[in-house]
T-cell receptor
Framework: GENVEQHPSTLSVQEGDSAVIKCTYSDSASNYFPWYKQELGKGPQLIIDIRSNVGEKKDQRIAVTLNKTAKHFSLHITETQPEDSAVYFC?????????????FGKGTLLTVNP | DAGVIQSPRHEVTEMGQEVTLRCKPISGHDYLFWYRQTMMRGLELLIYFNNNVPIDDSGMPEDRFSAKMPNASFSTLKIQPSEPRDSAVYFCASNWGGNEQFFGPGTRLTVL
């Protein structure tokens, strides 16, 4: 089955700096890669996703890059703000058909210091 | 839309007791997922349903765990008998066949 590794497990940055979180996956059949943000006491919420036919996707201060050859993808947050502090999870999934299983990384606790 | 609804939000029980967690997916969603979250193992998929039918239960840890979805608007996850190592946050999520999964707020289970 799929295995997703996520690094770092904790990340502390100053407000305004950039933050980068990296993930690797093992199953070459995976072609859907979402990122979820989990705030304290809440369920994970999708913030951005990318499919294997795209190398990069941006949404305001957030961007995700994908390298299918190397089987790794990254989340980039620019101009970080205190409200970006949360746990971030990457995930991988085969897309389409009847298989919508997401395999999650272990998470990164991001702290943005004012 | 109220989103995915889970109850109870917190459950404290004693070892050996039966625990039932409940989930109401978003109306119109035809996939429902149960996850368990712990510090050691992260977010693990336990089981998922499509149109009320269990599709993959390979993540269910053992026979003490069972899940049902009697209709499109309700699912339960039952643990019988419960053990201290079952303590975790249990999430329910749903989607309509696209890949984005919408998560509920979770049920924090503590087994003493």
């Amino acid at each position: 089955g799929e295995n997703v590794e996520q690094h770092p497990s904790t990340l502390s940055v100053q407000e305004g700096d950039s933050a980068v979180i990296k993930c690797t996956y093992s199953d070459s059949a995976s072609n859907y890669f979402p990122w979820y943000k989990q705030e304290l006491g809440k369920g994970p919420q999708l913030i951005i996703d990318i499919r294997s036919n795209v190398g990069e996707k941006k949404d305001q201060r957030i961007a995700v890059t994908l390298n299918k050859t190397a089987k790794h993808f990254s989340l980039h947050i620019t101009e970080t703000q205190p409200e970006d502090s949360a746990v971030y999870f990457c995930a991988a999934s085969p897309s389409g058909g009847s298989n919508y299983k997401l395999t999650f990384g272990k998470g990164t606790l991001l702290t943005v210091n004012p | 839309d109220a989103g995915v609804i889970q109850s109870p939000r917190h459950e404290v029980t004693e070892m050996g007791q039966e625990v039932t967690l409940r989930c109401k997916p978003i109306s119109g969603h035809d996939y429902l997922f149960w996850y368990r979250q712990t510090m050691m193992r992260g977010l693990e998929l336990l089981i998922y349903f499509n149109n009320n039918v269990p599709i993959d239960d390979s993540g269910m840890p053992e026979d003490r765990f069972s899940a049902k979805m009697p209709n499109a608007s309700f699912s339960t996850l039952k643990i019988q008998p419960s053990e201290p190592r079952d303590s975790a946050v249990y999430f329910c999520a749903s989607n309509w066949g696209g890949n984005e999964q919408f998560f509920g707020p979770g049920t924090r289970l503590t087994v003493l």
